[in-house]
């Protein structure tokens, strides 16, 4: 099993502001995902970030947005950049629990709210 | 695109009181998987269905995949106050490569 550390936990920020949430994982691994899970809400992809190489985003989601950084295979960042109230939301990143699987592990979550 | 429904939304229940929630994609999945979300917690993982009409089971959970691949179900016989949560299914398929999360069935269980 992977275990993902993601911080900070949870902020509270300003609006037009940046956040950037880091998460670790334990052990090498191809593709990290970046999900956003509003209040009471599902799951929704922004972006999967494989090492060495640009983020690929889902629709909906820009990399001026959502900038992130994937500079090894245990490390990866994710910016939410000129923050709106609209942005406060729960923000995860996940790992393959096995390559290919489509299963997931998650990491604990950062909790935002801009004010 | 793809999108996977669940119902119900919510759903209360007395303790020891069954419960199922069903997800239906709007595309032939090449699998299902199921997490659960407590209350401030994150998902986690409970089982993955990859064959037409597969049943599995943990415990007290059944899970079963449709025949047609594009709707799976989640039972839980003699529910327990420990299975309080949202229920997420998700799918691959239908030429979209990415897992799909389903909109959740949030439970609850009245002791």
């Known amino acids: 099993s992977a275990v993902i550390s993601q911080k900070p936990s949870r902020d509270i920020c300003q609006r037009g502001t940046s956040l950037t949430i880091q998460c670790q994982v334990d052990?090498?691994?191809?593709?990290m995902f970046w999900y956003r899970q509003q209040p009471g809400q599902s799951l929704t992809l922004i972006a999967t970030a494989n090492q060495g190489s640009e983020a690929t985003y889902e629709s909906g989601f820009v990399i001026d947005k959502f900038p992130i950084s994937r500079p090894n295979l245990t490390f990866s960042t994710l910016t939410v950049s000129n923050m709106s109230p609209e942005d406060s939301s729960i923000y995860l990143c996940?790992?393959?629990?096995?390559?290919?699987?489509?299963?997931?592990?998650f990491g604990p979550g950062t909790r935002l709210t801009v004010l | 695109g793809q999108q996977v429904m669940q119902i119900p939304q919510y759903q209360h229940v007395q303790e020891g009181e069954d419960f199922t929630t069903y997800c239906n994609s709007s595309t032939t999945l090449s699998n299902i998987q199921w997490y659960k979300q407590r209350p401030g917690g994150h998902p986690v993982f409970l089982i993955q269905l990859v064959k037409s009409g597969e049943v599995k089971k943990q415990k007290r959970l059944t899970f079963q995949f449709g025949e047609a691949k594009k709707n799976s179900s989640l039972h839980i016989t003699a529910t327990q106050t420990t299975d309080v949560g949202t229920y997420f299914c998700?799918?691959?398929?239908?030429?979209?490569?990415?897992?799909?999360f389903g909109t959740g069935t949030k439970l609850q269980v009245i002791p």
């Open positions: 998700a799918g691959t398929g239908g030429g979209y490569q990415k897992v799909t």
């Open positions: 052990s090498q691994v191809t593709m």
């Open positions: 996940s790992v393959e629990r096995g390559e290919g699987t489509d299963t997931q592990y």
